[in-house]
């Protein structure tokens, strides 16, 4: 019993050695940077690194909650293009007022498609989402004339940057999604996307609506792309057909390297806003260190495998712990009738 529990302990500190590995060596290659030039770890350059951020962080918070639930969005760069370009044009022909409400509603109308070619056409999310991401950046870039659609009045612009408390609205607007996705994460429906990414079958069992708590994640995160769509506009005073090009794999990066699983049923809001950061330390440092920007894109991709796979590796290894292979889904546990004697 005694080499037994010594065993469990030791593949548990194996399991957390795992998860911990990427977002340690993050941590190191921060405090090695700060070594060579003393600016890096400063309050004006944290908030920078926040700044940078910011649009790909508030989608990460949409692909989080997708994440938990098992699934994820790889249109969340064409959502937020098309929100980009349409709430440029809106903003020149009917100003701010109308084109902020109108670009959520344009949002949320993608992740309803999304929703509905893979809950009610039964496609696979990975397929569905890059063949609809694809779609949504061809609109984009249509609406676009393929050149960027500058903004004529810049008050959004001024908006975003106006300092709040030494400190800009965009990252307190950054702030706020996280809270809100926070809230989500702990009411019923937010818990059951946990339910539901541990094991599909076993919540329907339970009672879960899986096709709406499903669906819902796809809504928000629609949402979520439209106003990073809309910040864009802010940062660059136009809306480009290319915005978000590589948020995807950035928003999945983040969410994993904060500890949330690939598979679905594990993780928080906070930890993937703390693995997005990271993810902008590392983008950040590069910079500093004046690593040129073909190498940058090379690192950052070499990060986002290394951390899927210590995330997989962290899983098999706690399926082997609880006895139970890795790949193999789990059984729902059904009552049997009662059945009474006549």
Request: charged share 10%; proline share 4%.
């Amino acid at each position: 019993m005694q080499n037994k529990n010594v065993d469990d302990l030791v593949r548990s500190f194996k399991t957390n050695a795992l998860r911990i590995a990427v977002p340690a060596c993050i941590v190191i290659l921060a405090i090695g940077v700060t070594f060579v030039n003393y600016r890096f770890m400063s309050v004006r350059n944290m908030t920078a690194i926040l700044y940078g951020i910011a649009p790909a962080g508030i989608v990460g918070m949409g692909m989080a909650l997708l994440l938990f639930s098992g699934r994820f969005d790889l249109s969340v760069g064409g959502i937020a293009a098309l929100c980009a370009v349409a709430g440029a044009r809106l903003m020149n022909d009917y100003g701010l007022g109308v084109a902020l409400p109108a670009v959520v509603v344009i949002g949320i109308a993608c992740g309803a498609v999304n929703g509905f070619v893979i809950f009610r056409l039964k496609v696979n999310s990975f397929v569905a989402t890059l063949g609809s991401g694809y779609a949504f950046s061809g609109v984009a870039a249509v609406l676009s004339g393929q050149s960027p659609v500058s903004v004529h009045d810049l008050s959004w612009t001024d908006f975003l940057n106006f300092q709040l408390v030494s400190v800009p609205v965009v990252i307190w607007l950054y702030g706020a999604i996280v809270v809100v996705s926070l809230w989500f994460s702990h009411t019923v429906a937010g818990r059951s996307l946990y339910a539901v990414g541990a094991n599909e079958e076993a919540a329907r069992y339970a009672g879960v609506p899986v096709t709406l708590v499903s669906v819902l994640p796809f809504l928000i995160t629609g949402a979520y792309c439209a106003v990073a769509g809309m910040v864009t506009v802010g940062y660059n005073a136009a809306g480009l057909a290319t915005t978000g090009s590589d948020w995807p794999l950035t928003a999945i990066a983040g969410a994993v390297i904060g500890g949330v699983s690939i598979t679905g049923g594990e993780g928080s809001i906070i930890a993937a806003f703390i693995g997005m950061f990271l993810i902008g330390v590392v983008q950040n440092a590069l910079v500093f260190t004046n690593v040129d920007t073909n190498y940058q894109t090379i690192i950052l991709g070499f990060v986002i495998v290394l951390a899927v796979t210590t995330d997989i590796m962290a899983r098999k290894r706690l399926m082997q712990m609880s006895g139970r292979d890795a790949d193999a889904p789990e059984a729902p546990v059904v009552q049997p009738k009662s059945t009474q004697s006549p």
